[in-house]
């Protein structure tokens, strides 16, 4: 069983910064992908950010130049810095986890980004 905890959201003014934290725990074998969704109120869950098995990077349009996303193999941790916040990136956001068994979700940390 693998467990994903999400830490670092809170309440940001515009053009604000916030890390998000995801630390994996539990039985992890293959990794097929490891990265960062949202879901707004009213919205379906996007990506954000993700890492492929490869370790590539991809981006959903709409954060690119803003976040970035990171790990740290030897802590089991996933991060997304994320610069110039803006009103439109408030969000409950989800770290996932896809293995070559099944796919895991963390419970959510939200972000609201409001003067």
């Known amino acids: 069983q693998v467990q994903l905890v999400e830490s670092g959201g809170g309440l940001v003014q515009p053009e604000g910064s916030l890390r998000l934290s995801c630390a994996a725990s539990?039985?992890?074998?293959?990794?097929?992908?490891m990265g960062w969704y949202r879901q707004a109120p009213g919205k379906e869950r996007e990506l954000v950010a993700t890492?492929?098995?490869?370790?590539?990077?991809t981006y959903a349009d709409s954060v690119k130049g803003r976040f970035t996303i990171s790990r740290d193999n030897a802590k089991n941790t996933l991060y997304l810095q994320m610069n110039s916040l803006k009103p439109e990136d408030t969000a409950a956001y989800y770290c996932?986890?896809?293995?070559?068994?099944?796919?895991?979700w963390g419970q959510g940390t939200q972000v609201t980004v409001s003067s």
């Open positions: 996932k986890l896809t293995s070559s068994i099944r796919t895991y």
């Open positions: 539990g039985s992890i074998f293959r990794v097929n992908e």
């Open positions: 890492f492929s098995s490869g370790g590539q990077a």
